[in-house]
């Protein structure tokens, strides 16, 4: 029970700098497009309005700070976590979050935000309308891809961690619109 329960809370404790490299550009946004403006040929924007060059920067800089504040705090968690289980490697392994590895995650998963973007306009969605899946799972598979040539969590943080961050999206969305602030329930 509090195995499942440790494995649980390290595959978010993983992908918190990509949650938060996702999360943060709303508040920073705005200010000149990533695209400059520029349309594809397709006759649409290249990435729309909705990308900022201040919402990347953001998002990179929340993101690798979440990873230090991680990388500070581990070694207190630690003990912690050794009171409820027994911490195998693995366990260790994400548990103490270094620095580059957020970085990475951080550039993966706002780049993941703009192919995401890219994609939508090709398939004539405005800005800001939804994409299921896309909006939701691309930044963390993105974010994983881009830290794996340094980082490899394993195939069970992996799963944990994709479906937790498709559940979460979900249950955000499913909230803001009981609550009057969204269009769409998803
Ligand atoms: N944002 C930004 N720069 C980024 C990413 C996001 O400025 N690189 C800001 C924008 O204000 C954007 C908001 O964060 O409107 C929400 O982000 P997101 O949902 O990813 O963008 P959308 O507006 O939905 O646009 P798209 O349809 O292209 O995803
Ligand atoms: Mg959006």
Redesign the pocket.
Known sequence: MYEELALFELAIWVGLPAWIA?AT???????N??DGGRYFRDGRRL??????????I??IIFGTLTGLGQFIIAPYLRPFLAMFVTVTPEMDYVLFMQVPVAILMSFGA?TG??V??FI??RVN???????PFM?QLGFIIMALIFAAPIFDPGAIFVTILIITTFFIHWVSNALGYLLGLKKHPW
């Open positions: 996702n550009p709303v508040l920073g946004g705005g200010g497009p990533i990435l729309g309005n909705g990308k900022t060059i201040r919402g990347f953001v998002g706002l935000d703009l995401g973007s939508k306009r969605v405005e800005s800001g309308d939804p994409s909006d």
